[in-house]
């Protein structure tokens, strides 16, 4: 079938309704482009309205063999494609949502890599419709419906979602993926989120002592200062948090190593799990830190 026959088909209910129960099969054909039936109903959002795309969402939705993970000829399954129709707002705020909680359901895997080497999140974090109430926090529409979002996948080019947000300063996005679990820690390459941070931080910075941008000092400011509550929250975040007090107390190690210590014979893998799980303060003598592992030697796991 043709794309403009699928385009005419989701348009209807009742013919798509017909079509389907004619030919149960159609659910999964694919037109020139690779598109099904489900790619063509992630682009309704722009042609109608909430009402209307729901009568088409119900009729979709019914199928049981509705599969969310083919990909069209750019590789975008139709999660990716209504993801990048986000700046729509039927789209962002209607038929999207309802497109992840319908996958989720169905087990989605929401590291998949669409066009871009992206995930659907990482295209979430940067698409979206800004209306009179200001930009729509789309991240929250994947966080908010899928069982599991892939928070901390990383893009064909080692880049986290919360690099995204971070690279287009959009702040909301980027505090509901560490609320939800972002760790700052993960990425690849040149894409660490604190050095992106800093890199903005530093633009804008010297554009307070440039001529042009005096009559936008204001905002400037502004952006800096979310930029630093920003990176006191990533600091703050646990899996920095965790990561810190490993160093932090790497002194146990050495203490635990030591001639005549009580585990001075045990494997490295055993004191670094020792490590990781303390949380006492400062620097621990040789005493403590044999108490602080005697504590965690009687956990299980």
Known sequence: MKSDEFDNLVS??????????????????QDEEGMTLLHHTARIGNVMGSTSASRILDVLFASEDLDFTIKDNDGNTPLHTAAWGCNDRVTCQFVFPLFVTEASKRGFD?????????????????????????????????????????????????????????????????????????????????????????????????????????????????????????????????PVKSFAEVRKNARILAQGKRQGSLFATLPDELLNKIAAHTKEPGTPTQEEAEAIAKEHLKRPG
Not at 12 to 29: R, T, Y
Not at 185 to 206: G, I, Q, S
């Open 12 to 29: 209807s209910p009742e013919e798509l309704k017909a079509a389907l129960d004619a030919n149960p099969n159609l659910i999964k054909e």
């Open 110 to 238: 929401f590291a998949t890599l669409g066009q871009h080497g992206q995930t659907v999140l990482h295209i979430a974090t940067k698409i979206s419709y800004t209306g009179n109430f200001g930009r729509h926090n789309n991240v929250e529409n994947v966080i908010g419906n899928a069982e599991n979002p892939g928070i901390n996948t990383l893009s064909s080019s080692g880049s986290s979602a919360l690099y995204y947000a971070i690279n287009h300063l959009h702040f909301d996005e980027a505090y509901s993926l560490l609320t939800a679990g972002a760790n700052p820690l993960v990425y690849e390459a040149d894409r660490d989120p604190f050095a992106m941070l800093e890199a903005h931080l530093a633009t804008l910075t010297d554009m307070l002592s440039q001529h042009e941008y005096a009559d936008r000092h204001d905002v400037i400011n502004e952006k800096i200062s979310q930029l630093n509550d920003l990176k006191t929250a990533m600091i703050a975040s646990e």
